[in-house]
């Protein structure tokens, strides 16, 4: 990591002056921004801001740009590869208390929102509407953080990820600027598409503040089913079957026999303890039965041994609460561990293979590999639990990530699905795109040519 660069204190005397007791250095606050849910040590900045408004933070902005201090925006720190570590020290800006729901268009399908609120949150807001927001990685992210990381997740196999799900944006650029990306129109072919830029840019170029968002009508009926599976080849080459045949399937979901019996002592369920496919279906009542009924004759021809179904909408989130804690669940398979998670993504037609031969890869790790993933997109994960005190296990875990990342690139996938690069994958995203990391770094330069804006993070400022 770098080295923290000289913090002037009379910083927080002018942002005090500016927020009052929304700025601390409470050494507890600084260290809970200093981490996430990554194996990185901790980070922690030097001062801690809470912004309520786009003008508060292009304050900020221009506070720390004038004694050339370092921000790192903050949802709510669920990032898996030091997204919001303060590796060079500076100002955390926590926009957790942007948290309002600003409109809501019912008739055109879309809401803005600050960056801070939450996915739950904004789903409860429009519940009573019909409509909903799909865009669901798991952890209960802001959707700020989750249009700069490009978030994706269980649902993306049929409504997309952030960047489908993203109309337009509030950003402040380094140099104090506040820009628009762009209108709530549906499309639009005027000039550079900036909203693309931003999202997915981990707040290296500028501080996302608000999101004009997608919503969807609610389906009329909705059903979930587990199923399991005598292999995990089973399991890709159904879901690869399933998409190949045109199933609308709204979710499906990959789980290893070590992740289901870990779901299972954490979550208190009792699914059989084998490769499983969690799935949902959306639509009208006869197509959910009919969607149903072609994925249970694909499973049953690749080893499906049974569908457990819910069908309720208490069952369906008891099912879909289980999948979301499978990480958690899975750190109790090592007590005391953390993880190094893996996060590739294939074209569809190589997912079997890709899969195969990665948990061949792993069978030699000192402890089990659970395995689960999105695969309705080709996105799968590993978890590696390391010994936070065995430095020898860590670069282990990195070699093996290496060489699921290299098998990826190679069959024409990509180095992250939807975690980002942050500080863990910058040497992988070199591997993939080759010279185009340069024409990377030149927009990072030109939007922030003093690298304030969250340093260290996505592109490598130097060639490797």
Request: charged share 20%; glycine share 8%.
């Amino acid at each position: 990591m770098n080295k923290a660069r000289d913090f002037d204190q009379s910083v927080v005397t002018e942002l005090q002056a500016l927020l009052g007791d929304r700025v601390t250095t409470s050494p507890g606050i600084r260290e809970h921004h200093g981490k996430d849910e990554s194996y990185f040590p901790i980070a922690p900045p030097d001062a801690v801001a809470f912004p309520h408004s786009t003008q508060e933070v292009r304050d900020i902005v221009n506070i720390c740009r004038r004694h050339r201090v370092p921000m790192i925006p903050y949802g709510v720190g669920t990032s898996l590869e030091g997204h919001t570590l303060a590796v060079e020290g500076g100002v955390c800006i926590d926009l957790s208390q942007m948290n309002k729901v600003l409109h809501v268009h019912e008739e055109d399908l879309d809401a803005v929102v600050q960056a801070g609120v939450t996915r739950k949150a904004l789903n409860e807001h429009i519940r009573h509407t019909g409509l909903f927001f799909p865009v669901d990685p798991g952890a209960d992210a802001t959707i700020g953080g989750m249009a700069a990381t490009r978030a994706s997740g269980t649902n993306a196999v049929r409504y997309g990820t952030m960047r489908e799900n993203v109309l337009a944006l509030t950003v402040v650029l380094a140099d104090g600027r506040i820009i628009h990306t762009s209108s709530r129109a549906k499309k639009s072919a005027a000039g550079y598409d900036l909203t693309r830029l931003f999202v997915g840019s981990e707040g290296t170029l500028g501080i996302i503040t608000e999101v004009t968002v997608k919503l969807y009508a609610v389906q009329e009926a909705m059903s979930a089913a587990v199923c399991a599976f005598e292999s995990i080849d089973g399991c890709t080459k159904t879901v690869i079957q399933v998409i190949q045949a045109g199933v609308p399937i709204a979710r499906s979901e990959i789980v290893c026999e070590n992740s289901i019996a870990a779901i299972n002592k954490y979550s208190k369920t009792s699914y059989r303890v084998a490769p499983t496919l969690f799935f949902e279906f959306h639509g009208t009542a006869a197509s959910v039965v009919e969607q149903a009924e072609m994925v249970q004759e694909i499973a049953k021809e690749n080893g499906g041994m049974d569908f457990i179904w819910a069908t309720k909408p208490e069952d369906r989130t008891k099912l879909w609460e289980a999948r979301h804690n499978a990480y958690f669940a899975c750190l109790q398979l090592r007590p005391g561990s953390r993880s190094v998670s893996t996060d590739v993504c294939v074209p569809i037609s190589r997912l079997a293979e890709c899969v195969a031969e990665s948990m061949e890869d792993v069978k030699s790790y000192v402890a089990p590999v659970p395995l689960m993933g999105h695969v309705g997109d080709g996105n799968f994960h590993l978890m590696f639990l390391v010994d936070p005190n065995n430095p020898a296990e860590l670069e282990q875990a990195k070699a093996f990530n290496e060489r699921l990342v290299k098998r990826a690139i190679e069959m024409e996938g990509t180095c992250t699905g939807e975690h980002g690069i942050g500080l863990g994958k910058q040497s992988s995203l070199v591997q993939e795109h080759g010279e185009a990391v340069d024409v990377m770094r030149d927009i990072k330069k030109l939007f922030d040519p003093e690298n304030l804006m969250n340093p260290g993070k996505l592109i490598p400022m130097t060639s490797q």
